[in-house]
């Protein structure tokens, strides 16, 4: 199945509706390293699907999901989006570069495609964060700037602190049970050209396992009986209809990875998308 491809903010560079998330992979806060082998070969397969987005995280398993992912890298760097993100900690003008190097030594690249403030920091001036990390653009270890977990508010403070290129991105959780972003930021994004990079798109797996009992369940799964698709097809699908939204869902399971890869490639009907909507308020 082809990939879909959207472009990034007001930029020309396409990237695919679907990309690959991370948080998991080689630990969670701390270092495992027990299913490596299995999940780099997991990964190299999402990126055959033509999953070619690689969204990470200095603070994942604390820094071991980096390596990992630098390993699914080798020899096809080129080809791949790959995004990470700083951590709020280490937002200061003296941390964000430190970090950043810290972040392309695990990763083993020279730059990473898009960088990202992983959540808000109040402690620490927005202006001087971003300030930094145009810096980093201008030094080419960084080709666009993001941000993650921002209200409009702070994703507007963050556009005004830059001078040479804009947020590209704001990564937030969005999906069929969690909808709050199209109270303000989802209609603030489309009006400013800012991609939203959908996390949790599949509710952490609670998708798939919601119960028949209730109705906003058994709508889903009218309308994926009649599209013949899956109920996380059929989710991941509802996200990309919106026109600056994209989804990152995680999974180290190639089986699931082909299921996720149909969400994509088709569109639903608007009566099947209005039910949705209608049904998981
Ligand atoms: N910026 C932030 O603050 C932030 C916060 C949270 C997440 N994220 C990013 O967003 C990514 C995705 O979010 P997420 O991991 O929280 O949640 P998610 O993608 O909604 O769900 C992941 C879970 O769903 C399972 N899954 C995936 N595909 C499936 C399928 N087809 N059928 C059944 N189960 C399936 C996965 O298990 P298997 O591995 O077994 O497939 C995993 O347990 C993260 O990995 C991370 O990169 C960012």
Redesign the pocket.
Known sequence: MKMEFKNLGRSNVKIPVLG??????GGLSTKSAASDDDDVK?LIFGLGLGMRFI???EM?AAGHTEEVVAKALENRRESVFLAT?VSPEHFSSEDVPKACDASLRRLKTEYVDLY?A??PNPRIPISETMKAMERLVKDGKVRFIGV??FSVEQTRQAQDALSIVDVVSN???Y?LLDRSIEANLLPYAEKEHITI?A??????????MGSIQEDRWRTIDKVAAKLGK?R?QVALNWLITKKSVI???????P???T??LGGQGWSMQHEDYDALNRAFK
């Open positions: 690959l998330g991370t948080w998991g992979i997991a969204d990470t995280a994942y993100k990202q992983h959540w993650s977990n990564q937030v959780e999906s990079i996390y949790s798109p599949l509710a952490r797996g609670q998708i798939a899956t996380n989804a990152i869902p995680k999974s180290a399971n089986a699931h990875f299921e996720n």
